[in-house]
């Protein structure tokens, strides 16, 4: 069965429900964590029309999710943010304000409490989350050597607030669940050891009750297609940049 379409994500979110998870936004997540719980957060990269793809089928099934929008026009749509929201689901930033203003801690936090304010204007804005910037020398995160996001009113940012040795943590980064050797910065320090390649495999796992109990997903919906065209050119694009990333951008 092909991987990455939105038949086979609708097929992971029955499953998950079937198995009786219960399912948190990253702010519910942080005030008050439940037993056997599922944290969904989407990156939107690209593509927004796809996250709100994704916003809408977990309202039919009655659960949420976590969206972060980066400030670029490839991710800010401000009608997806909108529709989104109303549907229930958390939004968040996604910044990248030390590549955007390479490497400039003042300007970085400039940059980042303009952008923050911008999407506080339209939404609630409780959480925050790293984009890592692959091609980028810079890791955004190490503006919170200097500063604190919690002075601007942010509960929690994924990289800093989850134990990861008590939630396990999955990432389609590299369209696939186990990239963790073309990964740049989109890794967690954890004591578990499940691996799992595709979708597919995690939804076997579910099954025969060898999944963990607590997890974090972290998925990227322009990488998700029904469409084959779209569906085909995503993974050549992927494949590409796997490449260029394994060997000039992935620390060892």
Not at 89 to 103: A, D, P, Q, S
Request: proline content about 3%.
């Amino acid at each position: 069965m092909t991987d990455f379409t939105i038949k086979t994500y609708r097929t992971l979110l029955e499953t998950l429900i079937w198995q009786s998870y219960n399912f948190q936004t990253f702010e519910q997540h942080l005030l008050e964590a439940k037993r056997k719980s599922i944290v969904l957060r989407h990156d939107v990269d690209l593509l927004p029309h796809n996250s709100l793809t994704f916003a809408k089928i977990q309202a039919e099934f009655g659960i949420k999710g976590s969206y972060y929008f980066r400030a670029v026009p490839e991710s800010w749509d401000v009608d997806c943010i909108h529709q989104i929201a109303d549907l229930g689901h958390e939004v968040g930033y996604h910044y990248e304000c030390l590549t955007t203003c390479k490497g400039n801690m003042e300007r970085g936090i400039r940059d980042f409490v303009k952008n923050l304010e911008a999407l506080r204007s339209l939404v609630p804005v409780a959480t925050i989350c790293m984009h890592g910037s692959p091609l980028s020398k810079y890791d955004s995160k190490d503006l919170w050597n200097t500063y604190d996001y919690k002075d601007y009113d942010i509960l929690g940012e994924p990289y800093f607030d989850v134990d990861y040795n008590s939630t396990f943590y999955l990432t389609d980064t590299g369209r696939k669940w186990d990239g963790h050797a073309t990964s740049v910065r989109d890794k967690v320090q954890t004591r578990f050891t499940e691996r799992f390649h595709t979708t597919h495999d995690i939804i076997r796992a579910l099954e025969a009750g060898l999944f963990p109990e607590n997890a974090m997903f972290t998925f990227h919906p322009q990488r998700w297609h029904n469409n084959p065209i779209g569906w085909g050119k995503e993974l050549v694009l992927q494949n590409i940049k796997n490449v260029v990333k394994q060997h000039f951008f992935v620390k060892a």
